[in-house]
């Protein structure tokens, strides 16, 4: 079944044009990785699947619900479609714990101890069980981003974006949340898609590729195609010949 389906969607920002007739279709449980050069439109792809940013024209069906059309309610959408931020995008006057168990209390109603409990496993799980009371400002960027990744999966989502979630970080502290990163897409079942500049993350996580450049899908192919085949694309060829020696 799709989780996430664009079907001939166009988007603008004032006259410009930043998503040039999006077909692309992503199932539930894949992990799809969204890559390109910078200003190519893979944010503003990733922010029209959970109606952060409306489309102009054309369907976007996430999780059953047409984005496409102006009625339709985005917290619905929201409730199982996460977010993970380049700027982590934390509550920055509660506690680690706190930011996690916020959206389970007010949206999901979840039992107290039980959120606690969920909460707590999930920071064991992103190494940082022992920052539970600290406050955002005294953690590390790696840090925070663990802890949004946490935010994220508390809700229980069917489908997590993420859109460059290392790029506002040190170097040393990429690894760290990647390896969360891998670790969830490796474990659940869960749908990812995840915008980044990370290709060796990509090529180790990713099930598939989509490359996008001046706001037009270009390629979408196997991970294993795309980088270890040749790209019928040229565009998306020059790109990988540039970054080649990177990965
Ligand atoms: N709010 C906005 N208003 C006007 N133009 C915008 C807005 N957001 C993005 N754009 C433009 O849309 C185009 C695509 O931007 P987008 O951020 O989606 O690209 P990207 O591929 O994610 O780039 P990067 O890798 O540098 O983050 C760019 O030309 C950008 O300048």
């Known amino acids: 079944m799709a989780m996430i389906e664009f079907k001939n969607v166009q988007k603008y920002y004032g006259d410009f044009h930043a998503l040039k007739d999006i077909n692309l279709k992503i199932d539930a449980g894949e992990t799809v990785v969204l890559i390109g050069p910078s200003g190519s439109g893979k944010s503003s792809l990733i922010r029209t699947v959970n109606g952060l940013d409306p489309i102009r024209s054309g369907q976007l069906i996430v999780n059953g619900f047409d984005l496409g059309d102006k009625k339709t309610d985005v917290n619905k959408i929201r409730k199982d479609v996460g ?133 037009r899908i270009l390629e979408d192919d196997s991970t294993e195609n795309f980088f270890d085949g040749e790209p019928s694309n040229e565009r998306a060829r020059q790109f990988l010949s540039k970054i080649n020696g990177h990965i």
């Open 83 to 215: 977010m993970v931020f380049q700027h982590f995008n934390l509550y920055n006057n509660k506690d680690v714990l706190e930011n996690i168990m916020l959206a389970p209390r007010v949206v999901l109603k979840r039992p107290e101890e039980e959120n606690k409990k969920l909460a707590m496993d999930l920071l064991e799980q992103v190494g940082l069980a022992d920052k539970a009371h600290n406050m955002p400002a005294q953690l590390s960027g790696g840090q925070k981003q663990r802890v949004a990744i946490a935010r994220s999966l508390a809700m229980k989502p069917k489908c997590l974006l993420f859109d460059e979630p290392t790029s506002a970080l040190d170097p040393e502290m990429i690894d760290d949340v990647l390896d969360v990163m891998k670790e969830i897409a490796h474990r659940s079942d869960m749908t990812m898609l995840v915008v980044t500049h990370e290709m060796g993350f990509a090529k180790a996580v990713g099930d598939r590729v989509i490359f996008m450049a001046d706001g």
